[in-house]
Every structure is written in C-alpha cells, then in structure tokens.
C-alpha cells in the first residue's frame, strides 16, 4: 500500500503506522511474518555489497473487554521486528569511504507498543493513539592492564539501555472516507565502548568505539482515505521527516581527534499514493494492493566539508583558513513500487485466518555526486563527481489470526 | 474445524520457529509472585504470564485473558572471609499477557512475558581470570527477558507449548588511524571505523501439562541452552605484515620524526551461560481450597562454558634508535586462554503449597509457601580460577488478594500477589592448591533477601 497505513491501518501493524487506528480492532489476533531482499546498488557502474535485510515479524493486538464506561474503548498492541542474524548492526567506516547511511539502516531490533482508544461516542469516528518504539544503546568500559610479568590483564563490561520515543496518532473515520495524522518522535541507538589502556610503554588516550549506528528522524504524516465503493479504496499520504537533525554517525575517538564534515542532512517530504481493492467469494475474501511512493534524499550527497574538532567547531589553519575533508555519505532519491496480495478466510464470525504477501522495489534515481570516489583534497578540473544508482528489492509474508 | 486445527497448528509452527526470549535472571529469582511464592514448584499448576517461562503449556489451561505487571528486588549479602562481596543488588519490572482463544472446539493461547531490569536492559561483564567472583550471581541477572510463546489444547486433558529464544552480545570492531602522540596523549589526533553486531541466538522451550482429573496434574518443560559471546577486537595502526594498509598510526615524539606503531587487541568471553533443563512435576488439589505441588529439575551445568576467555594483545612500535634506551618495548605479551569450568549436573527439588484463606461474594485471599535446594555446581576452587558459590537453601511465602466483584467495568478480576523470599548460602570453606595463589584459601557464603508485587487483571 505505497507505505501508507496513517488514516487506515486497522490491525497490530497500527502501533507503528498510526497507534490511533488501533481503535478499530474489535478481534484478538496475533500475526507473525517474515521478510527479506536484496540490494543492488552501485557507485561508478561498481556494485557496492550491503548486506541485505532478512527478519521477521510478530505482532499481537487486544481489544480490552472492559465494561462501563471502557466499554469498546482500549485497544492494547505490540510489534517487535527482529533481524534474522543481528538484533543491532551498526557498521560505520572511515568518513570517506562511501556508506549509503540511510538506505542501509534495516538492521536493528525494533519494538513498538501502543495503546489506541476509541472515541467514537463523543466525536463520530473519532480515534487517539498513543504509543512508543524502544531501541537498544551499547555503553561499556574495557580496561586493559599490563602487570609486571608483561601479562596483560583486561575488564570488559557492557550494558544495553533502552531508549524510548514515543508515537501519536488521530485519526477519523467516516462512511466513505477517512483521515490520519501522527508524529513519530527520532530514534536513535548509539554505542559508545570506552578502551583505557595503561603500563604500556607508550602512552595511550582513553579510545572511545562511539557511533551513532540507527537514526529514524522525527517525522509526521497526515494520510486520507475514500471509498469509490465498499470494495474500492484510494489513498493518499505526505510525510515530512526532519533529518535536518541529524547530527551524523560520528563520535570522536579521542579527546583530541577531528570529526569529519557535518552530514548537513535536510528535512524531506515524501508524497505517496495507494489503491486497494476487495473481492468476496464465500468465506474467504481476496485483496489486491498497490501503491507508489517518492521517497527524496535528504542527503546533499558526498562533499568537501569543513573538517571538526570533537566538540564540533571547525578546525582551522593558522592563517584561519578552514581544512577541508571528505564525507561520502551516499544516498539517492527512491522511486517506491509496492505490491501486495491478501487472502483471509473465515471460520466463523469473530475468528480468521489471514495471509498477506507483500513485496517493494526501490529504484534508485541516478545522481551524480559533488566529488568523485578518490578525491582526497577539493581541486578544480579533477575527476568527475561519483555517480551512484541501484535497486533495492524487499519482500515477505505475513500470517495472522483473529479470534 | 479440521482446517482450523490445522491453521492453529501451522501458526504455532511459525511460532516457535520465531519467538523471541532472552537471557533467564528467571533461573535465580523467578517470575510472578504466585509462581515464586511457591518455591518455583509450577510446573504442573501455572497458567498466568508467569506460564511464559515455566511451563508455556499453561498458557492454555485457563480460560481468562490475563494482563498483568510488577516488580521486584533482590539484596545480595554475599561475603568472603567476613567481608562484602559488593554483589549488585538487582531490581526491575515483569510484565505479561495471556490471550486465549478458540477456534470451535480447538483452544489455543498466545503469552508474552518481559523482565526489565530498572538499570540496564543487559549487562555483560568479564573479569581477570584470577579476580574472585560470585559466578552465579554476579552478573547473570543483568538480563531482560523477552518470551513469547503459543500453546494449543488438541484434547482437554492435554496442553502443549512451546517458543524457542534470543539474543547475544556482541562482537565490536573497532579500526584506528591517526596522530599519537605518546608524549601527550590528549593531542593525539585518531579517526575510527566501527562495525558492531548484537547477533542472536536461538533456544527452545517446550512444554506439556497433562491433566487427567481435575485434582491433579502433571507437567514437564524443557528449556534449551545458550551463552551470551562477547568480543571485541581494536586494532590501531597497521602491521608491519600488512601492506597496503589505510589505517597507518603516526607515533609523535617532540619534535623527531613521526615513526609506526600498532596495537592489536582482541578480547573474547562468555557471559551469562545458561544451561538446558529439564522439569518433571506434579501438582495435587487435596481439597477445593488447598494444593500441593512438588517437581524436580535437572540442570545441566556441566555443559558451562568457561567465563575465563581468550585475550590477545599485539604491540609493535618501529622505535628510532635515539629512543631504544627511553621506551622499553616488551618482546611478548602474554595474554589468555579459556580455562575449563569443570562443573557439574544438579537436580533441583522443588515444593509448594497454595490455600485459600478466606472467600466472600467480592474478595478471596490466598497464602502460599515454597521452598528449594540448589546444590552448588562449582567444583572446588583449588586452581587459578576462582569462580565462588555455595549451595542455596530458599523459602518463599506469599499472600494473594483477588479482588472478584469489579462489575460493570471488569467482569473478571483485578487480584495483587506479594511474595518474599529468603536465600540462605551457608559457607564453604576454598583451599588453594598453591601456597603462592594470590587469592589465597577463603570461606564464602551469604544470604539473599527477594521480594516483589504482582498486579493481573484477569478478564472473562
């Protein structure tokens, strides 16, 4: 459905996309899936290997049955998405070699739980959602100790914490049409191992693995839906994303080290469009998706920037002239085609069976950097700017019940 | 209703193909202050969230969607010869739900349970291989615990559940180039490269209760093994048998010309083991109002993989001769190696018991007492390593208020359950082998004070 789910989802998956629509689940169910891909991207004509997404799904959503005035009012659901090998992958390399930063961002636990609550008694259609997605932040200490026999001794200890952001959600629904707002604050997962090594003969500053290895922007989407018929449905969605708040994957190794240029990332708004349809035969109802969506690059591509120090100030020559580096930050507008196909069958009148099969293509629209791949200082007549492009390729399954 | 049976059973495949569950601080505290308050001794007598670790088969033997919470705490006085062993208290919130369905005839259930430690989802700690530590308890209960599971009734007097687990942490490499300078460290200047990975892990838990009258049941529950892997390599600088290297280190001496070093370490340990085990019990209703429960769990502790990991370190500095009589550079480091644990199987035996206090239209209370004895699996500390434990005496008791008159607005229950417990770890007394050993002989043991508050709203 072209990613778009703010003034319509109606199942588990709503804690993510709009927890307001929870609200509409009137049935238990629990839902499980898998999915995968492939990249296939490319710098100069070159394809650069990303290892490509693979994880699962699982999902619960529970109407409370309380009575009173919680009558048909809270709906309670979770959503966890595993990678199939990692729960969190941060791979950060030097700032120039190129690394596409944001497409390859798929690799990392992601929890969400929610709350929607259905107003409809006192604004017709009228839903609320609350929720928040939980991520994990790597911290730990390793000392390493050389003793008098020239054996060295080491402590390690880690601590995952979790940082929360939370979700909200309104929606509205009418006979034929309906509408969906819903801000998703940033996520962010950050490592920092700190290495202090001493009794060495030569002296070593305290070395920080520091990175920020998952970032999802602060973003808000507002999303209507309308009905030609009961079988036919059209929607249409903008979301804004605040990347402009990146800050960059950066965090200095030392006290002294320099940062690389600022990521100098923009706000973007991505406009996307679905239709779905319905078609009934006996107990099992067959629907069709389809969707499209532009997703803009909000990264200016890989530039000369000006070189920092750690707590962010450029570094600057004597005669105060700044020093330039390199940042290959590589990123793409995206062209989203999506597909899905879904079959439920029911039992009965309050339990079903569903299978959902999806699937993405993501085409990277050619663009050609500002510098090229090698370049190590700016100059003028060198080689020409780095030219990346692709496509990515995602699918998968999903199974549920609802009884 | 075959087709829903067999779309039931087919999800539950997918299931426990998929579920997610992590490390078990369960295995020393519990879960639930029902389940603990009685000695852990549920597995043939549970079916709250709790269900989620000791038998996932009780999922389905109640009827009622459950949704509960709490918290807990857990002091450590642990000591040897007399004196603290600083063991970190640990303290945190369990959350779960039961969500029980049918399709038909067919009964299923879905359970989710979470334990969250306040101060950190999880903890991985590795220490010197001749530092003294609470091997059980120092670190192992720095864990969250994230379950999920799916049990079916095919017939009535059968329950069957399971879900399989987890997660690990971590390998960390780390790549750095740059300026040292080994004269003032702080205005060295050194750039890094990252590539870090939690990976995950898999274990199974199954479970089965059977219940051939409505007075007894019996229960057994397999839960598989899994250990958390921890390595981290830092390399700074290029080898001299790496040529082509990008990340050369520039060592900076006053004014003399820059010269090569590198550094190479890599660190690698296993954290929080946690062995298969097998629980066979039995749980007998000898009056409508008072039960009895009693099993027996085999812990396969021989299987533990040694904490003590390998560490290397790797140091090569290409010194001007003007320097050689100013630095000193070792010609070898030794670092470590993994040093069997050598422990050994336990059976744990475990009893309860639950009666109700008193009954009225609106409230019923309950009493519940526990107890269990843990044999230590640590093999006398004689050696370099020296990994403390003590056998472990615990009783528990509990009360349970059921609040069963919330109409309209809950047409069910809102019940709290409060549980304490009492560890007590009598000494044992280490005589090393080596009149030299820096640890020297020591006498170790302890107590532990647990406790914690439930809450379920239990809904028809």
Redesign the interface.
């Given at each position: 459905m072209g990613m778009t789910g703010v003034s319509w989802s109606d199942n588990w998956e709503a804690v993510y996309t709009n927890p307001a629509g929870l609200a509409r689940v009137h049935r238990r169910e629990i839902e499980i899936g898998l999915g995968g891909g492939t990249y296939q991207l490319s710098i100069d004509g070159q394809r650069f290997p990303v290892e490509p997404p693979r994880g699962m799904t699982i999902g619960f959503a529970l109407p409370l049955p309380f009575g009173d005035v919680l009558r048909d009012r809270l709906v309670l659901a979770g959503g966890f998405y595993t990678p199939a090998n990692v729960l969190l992958r941060g791979h950060v390399d030097f700032a120039e070699v190129p690394q596409w930063s944001v497409a390859d961002r798929a690799q990392s636990l992601a929890i969400n739980v929610g709350l929607g609550i259905d107003l409809s008694d006192v604004v017709p259609g009228l839903h609320l959602g609350l929720g928040v997605s939980a991520l994990a932040n790597v911290v730990g200490d390793l000392t390493v100790r050389l003793d008098e026999t020239h054996a060295f001794q080491s402590v390690v200890e880690t601590q995952l914490l979790a940082s929360f952001s939370p979700i909200a959600g309104v929606a509205i629904d009418q006979p034929n049409w309906g509408l969906g707002l819903v801000y998703r604050h940033e996520v962010r997962s950050e490592m920092n191992l700190h290495i202090v090594v001493s009794d060495l003969p030569v002296m070593l500053p305290v070395l920080t693995i520091g990175a920020l290895v998952q970032y999802d922007p602060a973003q808000a989407a507002i999303e209507g839906y309308y009905r030609f018929d009961p079988n036919l449905r059209l929607v249409v969605n903008v979301t804004w994303r605040l990347w402009s708040y990146f800050p960059g994957p950066y965090h200095p190794t030392t006290d002294g080290s320099f940062l690389p240029p600022a990521p100098q990332f923009h706000d973007t708004a991505s406009p996307r469009v679905a239709l779905e349809g319905t078609l009934h035969c006996g107990n099992a109802d067959l629907v069709i998706r389809g969707g499209y969506a532009l997703e803009l690059s909000p990264s200016p591509g890989a530039f000369f920037g000006p070189q920092r120090n750690a707590d962010g100030s450029n570094v600057t020559m004597p005669d105060g002239s700044l020093v330039a580096a390199p940042l290959r930050i590589i990123d793409n507008d995206r062209h989203v085609l999506t597909l899905g196909l879904g079959i439920t069958y029911r039992f009965s009148q309050n339990e079903r069976l569903h299978i959902d099969l999806w699937g993405q293509l993501h085409a990277m629209a050619d663009r050609t950097h500002l510098i090229s791949l090698t370049a190590t200082a700016p100059s003028t007549g060198g080689p020409p700017g780095l030219v990346s492009g692709g496509y990515i390729v995602v699918g998968g399954w999903m199974m549920g019940l609802e009884f | 209703m075959r087709?829903?049976c067999i779309?039931?059973v087919?999800?539950a495949l997918?299931?426990v193909g998929?579920?997610?569950a992590r490390a078990q601080p369960m295995d020393t505290y519990g879960m639930g202050s029902r389940s603990i308050a009685m000695g852990g001794a549920v597995t043939a007598d549970v079916e709250d969230f709790s269900a989620n670790y000791y038998n996932p088969a009780g999922l389905v033997r109640g009827t009622s969607?459950r949704?509960g919470g709490g918290w807990y705490g857990a002091i450590h006085d642990l000591r040897v010869d007399g004196a603290s062993s600083n063991v970190d208290p640990l303290h945190g919130a369990v959350m779960g739900?039961v969500?029980p369905?049918?399709?038909?005839d067919f009964r299923f259930s879905?359970g989710?349970a979470v334990h969250?430690p306040d101060d950190?989802?999880?903890?991985?700690?590795?220490?010197?291989h001749a530092q003294p530590r609470w091997e059980l308890y120092d670190n192992r209960g720095?864990r969250?615990y994230?379950a999920?599971h799916?049990a079916i009734r095919p017939v009535d007097w059968l329950l069957i559940g399971g879900g399989i687990s987890f997660?690990?942490?971590?390998s960390?490499a780390?790549t750095?180039?740059?300026d040292?300078d080994?004269?003032?460290?702080?205005?060295?200047?050194?750039?890094?490269?990252?590539?870090?990975?939690?990976?995950?892990i898999r274990y199974p838990q199954v479970g089965v209760q059977v219940i051939p009258i409505p007075e007894l049941s019996f229960g057994l529950v397999y839960r598989g093994q899994f250990s958390l892997d921890?390595t981290?390599t830092?390399e700074?600088g290029c080898a001299r048998s790496m040529p082509g290297c990008s990340?050369d280190v520039s060592?900076l001496f006053g004014s003399m010309p820059p010269f090569r070093?590198y550094?190479d370490?890599f660190?690698q340990?296993v954290n929080a083991f946690v062995p298969q085990q097998l629980s066979l019990g039995g749980s007998w209703s000898i009056t409508p109002q008072f039960r009895v429960n009693a099993e027996v769990t085999w812990v396969n502790w021989s299987s533990y993989v040694s904490p003590i990991g390998t560490?290397d370190?790797t140091?090569q500095?290409d010194l001007p001769p003007s320097l050689a009589n100013m630095?000193?550079?070792?010609s070898?480091?030794?670092?470590?190696r993994p040093i069997a644990a050598n422990f050994s199987d336990r059976f744990v035996p475990r009893v309860g018991a639950e009666g109700l206090a008193f009954q009225d239209s609106h409230v019923a209370i309950r009493v519940r007492g526990g107890f269990f004895y843990e044999q230590t699996p640590i093999p006398d500390q004689t050696g370099m390593t020296t990994l403390i434990d003590t056998d472990r005496w615990v009783w528990s008791v509990g009360l349970g208020l059921a609040l069963i008159d919330l109409?309209?607005?809950?047409?069910g229950s809102l019940s709290f359950d409060l549980h304490l417990q009492y560890a007590y770890l009598p000494d044992r007394t280490t005589r090393k082998a080596s009149f030299v050993d820096t640890t020297g002989d020591f006498v170790a043991g302890g107590q532990m004070f647990i406790g914690g508050l439930t809450m379920e709203l239990a809904?028809r």
């Open positions: - | 087709t829903a779309a039931v087919t999800f997918a299931l998929a579920s997610i969607l949704i739900l969500v369905g049918h399709i038909g879905f989710l969250l950190a989802v999880s903890r991985t700690r590795s220490l010197p720095h969250t994230l999920a799916l997660l690990s942490l971590s960390n780390l750095i180039r740059g040292l080994i004269m003032n460290a702080s205005s060295s200047h050194l750039e890094s490269s990252l590539l870090a990975n939690l990976t995950s921890n981290l830092a700074v990340h060592l070093g550094f370490l660190t340990s560490s370190i140091l500095i630095i000193r550079i070792p070898n480091i030794a670092g470590t109409r309209p607005l809950l047409d809904f």
